[in-house]
């Protein structure tokens, strides 16, 4: 990321969780949070799960929901999960815009045709973006406001 090699095991395990994270309301371009994720060097996939868990609790309780403080105190005192499942990364409330959006695409598309045509859905400096096969590039915000028709339109030619 910013402070990791790109092909870092740090790097990929926040790729794993960063999108969970950001639709919880974490700001990852926060320099309190991005100090605290450099300065942690180890149980940084502990803490990241432990902070979705806390967060879904948090939620789930209507309690108040400070995210970024969160994960900040996740990190430097290394919390660990209590009961961590994967399926909580496929909960409707984790999925990023992004994500919503792919699997609208299928529904609007179909599976193969929105393969063919999308090649990724990333983060870039906080925004989400939808990388197409044939190069182009558009916000996930973007994608969204246009019709379909548009969108597919743009995507193929």
Wanted: with cysteine.
């Amino acid at each position: 990321m910013w402070f990791w090699e790109e092909d870092s095991i740090e790097s990929e395990i926040l790729k794993k969780y960063e999108r969970a994270l950001v639709a919880i309301g974490v700001n990852l371009s926060q320099e309190e949070v991005q100090n605290a994720l450099e300065i942690c060097t180890s149980g940084l996939e502990d803490a990241l799960r432990r902070t979705i868990e806390y967060v879904l609790w948090l939620h789930e309780n209507n309690r108040d929901i400070f995210p970024n403080a969160i994960l900040i105190r996740a990190l430097q005192e290394q919390w660990q999960p209590v009961a961590w499942r994967d399926e909580y990364l496929e909960l409707p409330m984790l999925q990023s815009p992004g994500q919503r959006w792919w699997n609208a695409a299928a529904k609007m598309w179909g599976d193969d045709l929105r393969n063919r045509l999308v090649a990724d859905v990333f983060y870039d400096n906080g925004q989400e973006f939808i990388k197409f096969s044939n190069g182009k590039e558009l916000v996930v915000e973007t994608a969204w406001r246009w019709e379909w028709e548009r969108v597919l339109k743009y995507a193929t030619i």
